[in-house]
């Protein structure tokens, strides 16, 4: 059901980690760290819950650039520009730690696998094996995430304390293979019914909040991530050896997260101590609207500006979930009555404030629920009380569907099959049904960004198969994982929309300065210059735009 004729259209409950204190740490020295305290500091155990809360709080918090780059979400037209994000003309502490949960990814996932590391040795001293594997396994997300973002990274000798308080840079490869090895371990443990046990465990069923001591579903949980850093490599074979890596998983054969298995947690998030998504960009622990979520409306590219002949992505394929994943203007003035515009009306990224009149942002789309009258839409579907996620089945059946497309996975069901059930699996996450994805999948027949088996539509225009599983997974990862629709933006050609007679290419800032390319990575932040200056600077000079052929641009993985 496509549109023609169209003119192409350019919480947290914590926020520090209570190992180091109450205090909301800023600027997070790697060279310091929870090592340095003592075992009898502080009850080991009662550290995981924190920092699996902290996961959560960064997947769910720390990426609104990444949202607006790759298409979702834009700037209201009620604030100024905001300038280093849209020109891509930042420095090195982009992004800027801000209210409501949001932070700096460098700050959060250091301090975080700080945490972690604080619960495995303590966990390895007292004999508790599930504590122990499951630090293992989200100390790896935090790793495989800062690899991703920013390449090289201290990991060997980081997290240290005083042994090592200038710690070296490591490879992104080195970092991955050693990656796979610790979560091998992890799934060894975890497989070892004395070390995983409850009695060797105090207290793991709650202190576990993504699944409650289930060593099942956590080797699933392992098994996933190491498909996702498998997927990205695909382009480097030469580096990291994937059919080796994927014969280990399969020998061990408990498989990847399936529908309804998403690592999500919901530790009692309420009205005063809102989930991590919905404190960020909705309403607050105070009750007020979130400051990102006034500042942060939908993006034009995806949702139309506001008429029938202006759609945006997801309408031009009619799809339904844009109504779970954006509200519509509210044409009443009274809080408490929602009328909802005919239309979902976003903004132009970048769009220079007050040029054109009607941007402004009450009349535009939001991201999340803004007042009790409004619907609770697919990512918080129960306000402030809703799950958190880490890792979504909807992702897991979405790397599998690219894996088996591309060779990695060599046996059982088929990439179109895959596809199918990750783009059900999407709809019913947002609180749609499956009947519903496959309405949407038949009206949108021959069309490559929907259909696997979708054909051309143009000379030199991409047909289905991993055309249609990256344009879907772009569809499915709003909000959820920006960083990995980032990545696959990088580390493959795929042009959003094109395949599908849409727009191609994701909307870039139009603001005066602005570079013509989304950024391949972000710089090293200044409080490497200064605790860690010899061996940050041993990285030479960052480009964070093409690179110019040189690797210290480019994440490992990227060779697009």
């Given at each position: 059901m496509k549109m023609n004729n169209i003119k192409r259209i350019t919480l947290a409950l914590s926020t520090a980690l209570v190992v180091a204190g109450s205090g909301c740490k800023v600027d997070y020295d790697i060279n310091s760290s929870t090592e340095d305290l003592t075992a009898g500091a502080v009850d080991y155990k009662t550290v995981l819950p924190t920092a699996i809360n902290n996961s959560a709080r960064i997947v769910a918090a720390d990426w609104k650039f990444l949202q607006c780059w790759m298409g979702y979400w834009a700037r209201s037209g009620s604030y100024q520009n905001v300038a280093d994000e849209e020109t891509y003309n930042f420095t090195n502490d982009f992004p800027a730690a801000g209210g409501n949960g949001a932070g700096n990814p460098w700050n959060d996932l250091y301090y975080n696998a700080s945490n972690y590391n604080y619960v495995q040795k303590n966990a390895v001293s007292n004999g508790a094996g599930m504590y122990e594997a499951i630090c293992r396994i989200m100390k790896a997300q935090n790793f495989q995430i800062l690899t991703d973002v920013y390449g090289d990274v201290p990991y060997f000798d980081a997290l240290k304390g005083n042994d090592n308080r200038t710690p070296k840079y490591d490879k992104g490869e080195d970092i991955y293979k050693d990656l796979f090895r610790q979560l091998d371990t992890a799934i060894a443990i975890l497989h070892d019914a004395d070390a995983s046990s409850s009695e060797k465990n105090p207290d793991i069923s709650r202190n576990d909040l993504v699944f409650k001591g289930d060593p099942a579903?956590?080797?699933?949980?392992?098994?996933?991530?190491?498909?996702?850093?498998?997927?990205?490599?695909?382009?480097?074979?030469?580096?990291?050896?994937?059919?080796?890596e994927i014969a280990i998983i399969e020998a061990e054969g408990s498989g990847y997260l399936q529908s309804g298995e998403s690592a999500k947690i919901n530790p009692g998030y309420s009205s005063a101590k809102p989930t991590p998504f919905y404190r960020a960009f909705a309403i607050n622990e105070n009750g007020v609207l979130a400051g990102t979520?006034?500042?942060?409306?939908?993006?034009?590219?995806?949702?139309?500006?506001?008429?029938?002949?202006?759609?945006?992505?997801?309408?031009?394929?009619?799809?339904?979930?844009?109504?779970?994943?954006?509200?519509?203007?509210?044409?009443?003035?009274?809080?408490?009555?929602?009328?909802?515009?005919?239309?979902?009306?976003?903004?132009?990224?970048?769009?220079?404030?007050?040029?054109?009149?009607?941007?402004?942002?009450?009349?535009?789309?939001?991201?999340?629920?803004?007042?009790?009258?409004?619907?609770?839409?697919?990512?918080?579907?129960?306000?402030?009380?809703?799950?958190?996620?880490?890792?979504?089945?909807?992702?897991?059946?979405?790397?599998?569907?690219?894996?088996?497309?591309?060779?990695?996975?060599?046996?059982?069901?088929?990439?179109?099959?895959?596809?199918?059930?990750?783009?059900?699996?999407?709809?019913?996450?947002?609180?749609?049904?499956?009947?519903?994805?496959?309405?949407?999948?038949?009206?949108?027949?021959?069309?490559?960004?929907?259909?696997?088996?979708?054909?051309?539509?143009?000379?030199?225009?991409?047909?289905?198969?991993?055309?249609?599983?990256?344009?879907?997974?772009?569809?499915?990862?709003?909000?959820?994982?920006?960083?990995?629709?980032?990545?696959?933006?990088?580390?493959?050609?795929?042009?959003?929309?094109?395949?599908?007679?849409?727009?191609?290419?994701?909307?870039?800032?139009?603001?005066?300065?602005?570079?013509?390319?989304?950024?391949?990575?972000?710089?090293?932040?200044?409080?490497?210059?200064?605790?860690?200056?010899?061996?940050?600077?041993?990285?030479?000079?960052?480009?964070?735009?093409?690179?110019?052929?040189?690797?210290?641009?480019?994440?490992?993985?990227?060779?697009?």
């Amino acid at each position: 059901m496509k549109m023609n004729n169209i003119k192409r259209i350019t919480l947290a409950l914590s926020t520090a980690l209570v190992v180091a204190g109450s205090g909301c740490k800023v600027d997070y020295d790697i060279n310091s760290s929870t090592e340095d305290l003592t075992a009898g500091a502080v009850d080991y155990k009662t550290v995981l819950p924190t920092a699996i809360n902290n996961s959560a709080r960064i997947v769910a918090a720390d990426w609104k650039f990444l949202q607006c780059w790759m298409g979702y979400w834009a700037r209201s037209g009620s604030y100024q520009n905001v300038a280093d994000e849209e020109t891509y003309n930042f420095t090195n502490d982009f992004p800027a730690a801000g209210g409501n949960g949001a932070g700096n990814p460098w700050n959060d996932l250091y301090y975080n696998a700080s945490n972690y590391n604080y619960v495995q040795k303590n966990a390895v001293s007292n004999g508790a094996g599930m504590y122990e594997a499951i630090c293992r396994i989200m100390k790896a997300q935090n790793f495989q995430i800062l690899t991703d973002v920013y390449g090289d990274v201290p990991y060997f000798d980081a997290l240290k304390g005083n042994d090592n308080r200038t710690p070296k840079y490591d490879k992104g490869e080195d970092i991955y293979k050693d990656l796979f090895r610790q979560l091998d371990t992890a799934i060894a443990i975890l497989h070892d019914a004395d070390a995983s046990s409850s009695e060797k465990n105090p207290d793991i069923s709650r202190n576990d909040l993504v699944f409650k001591g289930d060593p099942a579903k956590w080797i699933k949980f392992a098994n996933t991530l190491k498909l996702r850093m498998l997927v990205h490599c695909f382009d480097v074979p030469s580096l990291i050896d994937i059919p080796a890596e994927i014969a280990i998983i399969e020998a061990e054969g408990s498989g990847y997260l399936q529908s309804g298995e998403s690592a999500k947690i919901n530790p009692g998030y309420s009205s005063a101590k809102p989930t991590p998504f919905y404190r960020a960009f909705a309403i607050n622990e105070n009750g007020v609207l979130a400051g990102t979520a006034d500042l942060t409306k939908a993006n034009g590219w995806a949702v139309g500006f506001g008429t029938a002949g202006t759609p945006g992505y997801y309408r031009w394929d009619g799809d339904p979930r844009e109504n779970r994943l954006y509200v519509k203007p509210d044409l009443n003035s009274d809080p408490a009555i929602y009328q909802a515009a005919a239309f979902h009306k976003g903004a132009e990224y970048g769009y220079i404030s007050g040029t054109t009149p009607g941007f402004t942002g009450e009349l535009l789309s939001s991201i999340n629920q803004i007042n009790a009258a409004s619907p609770n839409i697919g990512l918080t579907p129960s306000g402030p009380s809703s799950d958190a996620w880490i890792l979504t089945s909807v992702e897991s059946l979405f790397l599998q569907a690219e894996a088996r497309e591309r060779g990695i996975i060599t046996s059982g069901p088929s990439a179109e099959s895959l596809l199918t059930d990750a783009i059900r699996e999407s709809f019913l996450f947002l609180g749609l049904t499956t009947a519903q994805a496959d309405t949407y999948v038949a009206n949108n027949a021959t069309y490559p960004d929907v259909d696997y088996n979708g054909v051309p539509q143009g000379p030199g225009l991409p047909g289905g198969g991993i055309f249609t599983i990256l344009s879907q997974k772009w569809f499915a990862m709003n909000g959820i994982a920006a960083f990995e629709v980032w990545t696959d933006f990088r580390r493959t050609d795929v042009v959003y929309g094109e395949g599908g007679g849409y727009d191609p290419g994701p909307p870039l800032s139009i603001l005066p300065g602005a570079e013509s390319q989304i950024p391949v990575r972000l710089f090293y932040p200044s409080s490497e210059y200064n605790f860690n200056d010899v061996n940050v600077g041993a990285q030479g000079e960052i480009d964070v735009f093409d690179g110019n052929g040189n690797p210290n641009n480019r994440i490992f993985w990227d060779r697009q």
